[in-house]
């Protein structure tokens, strides 16, 4: 007798999402689920991270039992130094890219300045002079071309070899930096950390588990105060910096009666100009010849972020939304960047009409359209990618469209500076809630979906239950759309929180989880946290403060929570990396860090516990700072 699926509502918590599975399952369509479950059970050696392929010795792999044999691998390395390794090598993959994709703003920003970007431009002047001016840059009687000029050395000499320290490390606070350099932490250049982690765990290099974990902090801390940083600063000052504004979330924002484009990755620089072209008239114009009533543009996981801070655009879904987005049948094109694109949408693509259509060289598909994207030809390059879309519109199917629910309201696109706009332009009235206990904490949580959760329940489990507690919660990544659909991203959700912070969102209008951004923009939120402990003259590491990935799956995620337990910020994570393997090398994660660093990573399962766990560290450091628990 066959298995039965599981059920769909075991999966996701969405009505959305569920609506979708089931109509995968009647089209014929794979999904993630059907491939997790096929993969189960895991392999035990790697779930701990106690296999290494690090040489052609190998691969080896580390007895399960205390005693007996193969206890090391054929060079010699125990099971902590392969534990370590591994947990290197997942930390420079993730700063990697994170760090790329800030590196291609840089690359945007020098063809501006040169003239070769035509249908790019600066948009933000003000945000230009003031990071040049962070950063050393002389900004007085200048041209805006010439500052621009200076900043993109000053960007790409943060990625070489040759500085003692990154331009960004002037945002942390000198305690901070003392405790950087005390661990020959102190992060010197982008590619140099990553490319010494490589190099550090080549066979016969760093063999000694604390020696690699030191490493893979720097490598996170590169990461982000150096190449995340320069993606949010940068993006800003070409697109704008993000400001509060309505929108809409969930698969109803695809529109049965218009073209519809979902743009799915992480960097604005296509995203940006696949809009532009999509409000042009001449578009509108021929997409209303082909017999729809317009262009619509959603967003799935951080590029929608992106547009969804600056623009305002629809969010379609979150990671495990992007192929069920496609089921329903009424997308015309998805068009990708980099990053958390699923190499199985070229083959949900292929059950409807769909456009599959990738942009970046470096993120190529088979089985993709592949459209070279360049900046000197971007406009014209965005108009041919909404006329194929207009194209596959004539094949559509009407009668395989289901649009399952309608359109959530949003208010999203906070950011740093808008926050500071909305308080009058002092954190002052943010740190009295904080002292009269109004906000008894602040803790960010960055998106991520993973299917060994139902869906989304940790990420909407969690913020409920941190806002409750008077904890304001701010958003970035994949959690957004979760935000949104559990109507936490609009003033009117403050009635799920704490009498203190209901009190704070009514009087400012604000929802209890502010929207800040992509996963990239956690810079924003290390940020955020060295303005608050420089303006009260402590440590990060004092502030009652928490990061948190309930249901992370990235190597990304993992670079984001060692940055910034690093910068001094206890990160929770839903489920532990592939370290359980060395006992040396979890305890260090979950206590040792805290003697060096002030933080350390807690891994707890059930949100509810996890809310607790958290609001009793708050509560320590709120007392140690002379204020009511
Ligand atoms: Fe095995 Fe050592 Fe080679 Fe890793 S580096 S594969 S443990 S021999
Ligand atoms: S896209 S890294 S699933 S947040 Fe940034 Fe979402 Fe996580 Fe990717």
New binding site residues.
Partial sequence: MSKQPTPAKDLTIWEDAQKMIEKARRDGVETVWDRFEQQQPGCKFCELGLT?????????RISLKEDGKMQ??????DGDV?VARNFGRFVAGGSAGHSDHGRDLIEVLEAITEGEAHDYKISDEDKLRRVSAELGISVDNRETMAIAKDLVEACFADFGSRRKELGFVSRVPEVRREIWKKYKVMPRGVDREIAEMMHRTH?GCDNDAVSTLLHSAKTALADGWGGSMIGTELSDIIFGVPTPSRSQVNLGVIKADMVNILVHGHNPVVSEMVLAAARNPEMIAQAQKAGAEGINIGGLCCTGNELLGRQGIPMAGNHLMTELAIVTGAVEAVVVDYQCIMPSMVQVAACYHTKFITTADKAQFTGATHISFNTATAADQAKEIIEMAIAAYALRDQSRVEIPVAAVDTITGFSNEALLNMLGGSLDPLLDAVKEGSIRGVAAIVGCNNPKFQHDSQNVGLAKELIKKDILVLATGCITTAAGKAGLLVPEGSEMAGPGLKKICSALKIPPVLHFGSCVDNSRVIHLCGLIANALGVDISDLPVWGSSPEWYSEKAVAIGLYCVASGIPVHIGTPPQITGSKLVTDIALNGLENIFGAAFLVEPDYVKAAEKMDERIKLKRLSLGLSA
Avoid: E
């Fill in positions: 290494c392929k690090n040489c052609n010795m190998g691969p080896c090391r691998g054929v060079c010699g390395a392969i066979m």
